[in-house]
Structure formats: structure tokens, C-alpha cells
């Protein structure tokens, strides 16, 4: 009974059909006999309970055309099983996530939370840093469960990943220095999404306020900058800025970043941008109106108006429509830090 009441846990709706549990049981039954026995024991402790209005049918035993499932029945137990197994875990393990998630989370999780529980009562938690393939390997046995899989969501949601001293396996960051500014207490650094830009503004880091100039190489900084205190080991307050194409795919880079790692628009660069004539041929781009938003709150009413205006035409603003000598103008004589 056990795997069809966990089928009716998470099953969409609150009512269920005849057809549609003739449909859920069918794996576990074999004749109608066994099929009635199942949902008449089911109405007897009320997880089932008629649709009066519905009817019964006249086979015998008769059963009702539609039933109203009591899920709050299921809750119950689960929490139970909840307490249960988190006296019996690795106090490491928390598993307080899942009391506001459907049981069919927690199912699919507690294969893996065992290996983990049984892992760290061998081992204990790590002491120095490790690779993320290799921790996935000694906890669930897949190298590539932390980076592919749903490990990382697992490890957060019992409350572990930040203990477990997890090294990302994300490609190297790609960024420039400025000696003179290691030692500073606070510390810009400046990301730029194409190749071209990082290129042309790489000669004027060293006029500039700034501790790094970091190429983003398009995606590839929504999990590269997972690397940035590896590669740049130095306590101080760091603030990000981010260039990019002023392009709904631009945009949303920006955004995905920023949920990482916070990050502004450098506002300078992309307002000498709106200064210049569109490119045209971007309009097959899809819209992210929370990415979108979130853009658009640095910039002042007018200026909304027009990349509004400018991306629902289509139009776009690339990086390199700003030339070298343009670029290290804005980023040597711009007050950032005022």
C-alpha cells in the first residue's frame, strides 16, 4: 500500500477519477478483484472518500466514479518520517527543507542522503578543500553527480554544501591584475563580456581605479567567477561591474551573474552606448522580463524608455560599438567609487 499512497500524495489534483486510479494502481494489480480491494481499504481509512454526486458504479464491490483524496493524511506521515530519520542521521544532515516540499522530493532525495549519512559517520566532515568530482565520487559514487546531477541542490538543501569545503570544477577565470591596487581595502574589478573589449581596455588598467579587468567570455562567467577567490586569494571589499551587449541575451548574462555574485551594470559604458546608432538583427532573441527589470532599475526614466524601445525593435547595442580609445577613456576618467 505504501508505494500507491505515495502516488496519491503527489498526485496534481485533490480529486482523482475511477479511470485515472484504474490508471496509478495498474502496475501493483492484476484483476479488478485485487483493483476494489485496494480502494475499498483505501475509503475505509478516509485517504479515499467519495464524490457523492459522482455515484457509484454497480459492479460489485461497487466503487465510486470519483474520489477526494485527503492529502493532509500523507502530510502527517511524512513529517513523521522527517523526525524519524533525522534522529537517526549525521547531526551534519538537515532536513528541515523538506517539510515545505512534496514528499516526491524528499523520495527521490533519501538514496542519496543514506550514502551521504553513511560517508561522513566513516569520515567526518573535510578539513581542507576537494575537487567537486572527486566528493561526489566518495559520497554517492558518481564523479559526476555534484557537477551534472542534482548534488549541488541536494548538498544545499540538507544544509551541507558549504561544509563540505567543495572546489567547483568551473573553467579558470580569465583576468588581468593591477599590482599597485592588491594592498587597497576597497577593490573594483571590471567584467566585460567579449574578447574585443577585454582587449582593448587591457593597456589602461593600470591608469584605472580598478583592482582587475575580467573577461566574462560570454556565459561562461555564470560559473567561472566561482573561481575568483581561488585565483585572487585577497581579503578586501569587493565590488563587481559588468559590460556587456546591450541585448536581451547581454541582459540576461548580466542578471544570471548577478544572482551569484552581486554585480552593477557599469553604467558609464553602457550610457556612451545609447549615445551611438543601433545595430539592427536581434530580434529573434528571447524576451526575460525579470532580467529585463532588474537592468532596467539602474537607469533613469528616459533612458528605460529608449531600451525598452530598443529591444522590442530588434535593435541592439554590441560592446564593440564602442572603439579602444573610447572605452579607456570612460573606464581611466569615470568617478566609479563616488
Known amino acids: 500500500m505504501e508505494p500507491i499512497e505515495r502516488l496519491l500524495a503527489v498526485f496534481p489534483k485533490r480529486t482523482i ?45 461497487s466503487l465510486a466514479f470519483q474520489y477526494r483524496i485527503y ?31 512534496d514528499p516526491s522530493v524528499w523520495n527521490n ?9 553513511e560517508y561522513l ?22 564523479e559526476k553527480w555534484i557537477t551534472e546531477g542534482d548534488g549541488k541542490k541536494l548538498l544545499e538543501r540538507i544544509g551541507l554544501f558549504d561544509h563540505l569545503l567543495i572546489i567547483p570544477v568551473s573553467e579558470p577565470l580569465m583576468l588581468a591584475v593591477h599590482p599597485a591596487k592588491i594592498a587597497e ?20 588598467l593600470p591608469d584605472t581605479a580598478f583592482s582587475t579587468l575580467i573577461y566574462g567570455e560570454g556565459k561562461a562567467i555564470i560559473s567561472s567567477i566561482e573561481q575568483f577567490s581561488l585565483q585572487y586569494p585577497v581579503k578586501a571589499d569587493h565590488r563587481f561591474y559588468y559590460f556587456g551587449d546591450i541585448d536581451r541575451e547581454g541582459i540576461a548574462i ?10 552593477s551594470p557599469a553604467l558609464p559604458f553602457y550610457r556612451a552606448c545609447l549615445q551611438k546608432d543601433p545595430a539592427s538583427g536581434k530580434d529573434y532573441q528571447m524576451e526575460r522580463a525579470d532580467a529585463l527589470d532588474a537592468f532596467l532599475a539602474y537607469f533613469s526614466a528616459d533612458e ?6 530598443l529591444l522590442a525593435s530588434g535593435q541592439y547595442y554590441p560592446q564593440e560599438m564602442l572603439k579602444t580609445r573610447e572605452l579607456q577613456q570612460i573606464w581611466r576618467e569615470w568617478q566609479w567609487t563616488s
Request: proline share 7%.
Open 185 to 204: 581595502v576597497v577593490q573594483l574589478h571590471l567584467i566585460v563580456e567579449n574578447k574585443t573589449t577585454y582587449q582593448a581596455l587591457l593597456p589602461a
Open 254 to 263: 548580466w542578471h544570471s551573474l548577478a544572482k551569484k555574485q552581486p554585480v
Open 17 to 61: 477519477s475511477l479511470g485515472e486510479l484504474e490508471q496509478l494502481i495498474q502496475p501493483f494489480v492484476r484483476t479488478y478483484d485485487e483493483f476494489s480491494e485496494i480502494i475499498l481499504r483505501l475509503e475505509a481509512e478516509r485517504v479515499l472518500d467519495m464524490v457523492k454526486s459522482k455515484g457509484r458504479t454497480t459492479r460489485t464491490p
Open 71 to 101: 492529502k493532509s493524511r500523507f502530510i502527517e506521515d511524512y513529517h513523521h518520517e522527517l523526525q524519524r530519520y533525522q534522529n537517526r542521521l549525521h547531526p551534519a544532515i538537515q532536513l528541515d527543507a523538506y517539510y515545505g516540499k
Open 121 to 142: 559517520k566513516t569520515h567526518s566532515l573535510p578539513s581542507e578543500p576537494v575537487p567537486a568530482p572527486e566528493h561526489s565520487m566518495e559520497l554517492v559514487g558518481d
Open 304 to 309: 528605460k524608455k529608449q531600451l525598452q524601445e
Open 109 to 117: 532525495d533519501v538514496p542519496f542522503i543514506l550514502k551521504i549519512d
